[in-house]
């Protein structure tokens, strides 16, 4: 665990997704809290003291808002990484990450400040030399035959009984010259990216395009939007999109997931699926999304709902524990900044997406994650396309294609 002080060096909360327009440059950081797997102490709960002791009372999430700010704070940014989300639940962690320089959880406080502070942010320099941008050849941890086998391996769990779904993660890196931040901030513009951000720490920077809401908390109601089911951005893809009994099988128990995980927080008979299998862009894709509610629990804090939705039922499988365990086994590095959480906490509630179409940046390289849910009716090979499909345009905005 590594909490930092009033370090001045520290930046603008500017790129952070979900926060406020009028923070954007006014919020400065205040103090932050780093943990990563191996620190001692549990980390859900080391992040509501964190933000307890900052003035941001998230000890109770039923009621109307986040009332009693302490001082100038306006709010805090939070990061989950995967491993981070496994450990909350006692789940299994999966090999270890390949961008280790990431802490597992961050939390990161601002302040308001009419004093204009023109220091880069923490983290800033990355290591990077300087010299126009250049990125070298992708380098996966596995070979498209590799994937394929895993799919593979999980079909068979499947017929085993083991698990229903289990989603199935690659990575790949790439060298690079120049500032990685004019690269990933490309990637954060990408279209349908409604969680479009970066967070910068010491020697790493995560940049996040994601289309998905792991965790959206308003006035005591808790909501959670799975995206499930991908399908190329045209007229026949949506209609294939929406026509297939195994995009919809793959997302319903997905929704069912997330039903059951809300309801550890829930009043009892308040879960609801306002919308379901709605059909979305992001980017050059179709892409399936539902929305799950429910009123939470009086006393409930946030600990606890963390403890409830992560990691992401979209990420993971089902049953929740079994996929991990598959995940463990199957995918040879970690996932690392990707399949985790990114947002913003404030007065008027909490806004988490899931990091998926997920980019980072360490001292030398720059890292990308993308896979898919496998199901029984799963084909290997189509697997391995869909997952290289969420990758290309992240890849293009990456090389400065888009």
């Not at 919020?27 to 943990?35: H, K, N, Q, T």
């Not at 900052?54 to 808002?65: F, I, M, Q």
């Not at 009123?295 to 600990?303: K, S, V, Y």
Request: a neutral charge.
């Amino acid at each position: 665990m590594k909490p930092v002080g009033l370090a001045p060096t520290h930046g603008m909360a500017r790129d952070i997704p979900g926060i406020p327009v009028t923070c954007r440059d006014q919020a400065w950081e205040r103090s932050r809290l780093e943990w990563r797997v191996g620190d001692p102490g549990d980390p859900a709960t080391l992040v509501e003291n964190f933000l307890a002791r900052h003035g941001l009372p998230v000890g109770d999430l039923s009621g109307p808002s986040l009332a009693g700010l302490a001082h100038e704070v306006c709010g805090a940014a939070l990061f989950v990484s995967a491993a981070g989300g496994a450990a909350m639940i006692g789940g299994c962690l999966g090999a270890p990450s390949p961008a280790p320089a990431v802490p597992d959880v961050v939390v990161v406080v601002y302040e308001h400040t009419a004093n204009v502070r023109l220091q880069e942010p923490a983290g800033g320099d990355l290591g990077r030399t300087v010299g126009a941008w250049r990125l070298g050849p992708w380098r996966p941890s596995w070979s498209p035959s590799r994937h394929a086998e895993a799919v593979q391996a999980v079909r068979e769990a499947i017929a085993r009984g083991d698990v229903y779904q289990v989603n199935m993660v690659g990575h790949a890196a790439a060298e690079y010259h120049g500032d990685p931040l004019p690269a990933l901030r490309r990637v954060t513009r990408l279209p349908g990216a409604r969680y479009a951000g970066i967070l910068q720490g010491d020697g790493w920077a995560v940049g996040c395009a994601s289309p998905e809401t792991l965790l959206e908390v308003r006035g005591g109601h808790a909501v959670t939007r799975p995206i499930k089911g991908t399908a190329p951005a045209t007229e026949t893809g949506r209609v294939e999109l929406l026509a297939s009994p195994k995009e919809r099988a793959e997302h319903i128990m997905i929704v069912d997931l997330q039903r059951n995980d809300l309801s550890h927080v829930a009043v009892t008979g308040t879960v609801r699926v306002p919308e379901l299998f709605a059909v979305r862009r992001w980017a050059d894709l179709w892409q399936a999304e539902s929305e799950v509610s429910a009123r939470l629990r009086p006393g409930t804090g946030l600990a606890e709902v963390l403890r409830a939705i992560c990691p992401g039922g979209s990420v993971t499988g089902a049953p929740k524990f079994a996929a991990l365990r598959e995940i463990a086994a199957l995918e040879p590095v970690g996932r690392g900044a990707s399949m985790g959480a990114l947002g913003w906490i404030g007065p008027d509630g909490i806004d988490l997406g899931l990091t998926i179409r997920t980019v980072v940046a360490d001292g030398r390289r720059l890292h990308v994650w993308a896979g898919g849910g496998i199901t029984i009716d799963s084909d290997p090979a189509a697997e391995v396309a869909e997952a290289a499909a969420k990758a290309a345009p992240v890849r293009a905005a990456l090389h400065g294609l888009i």
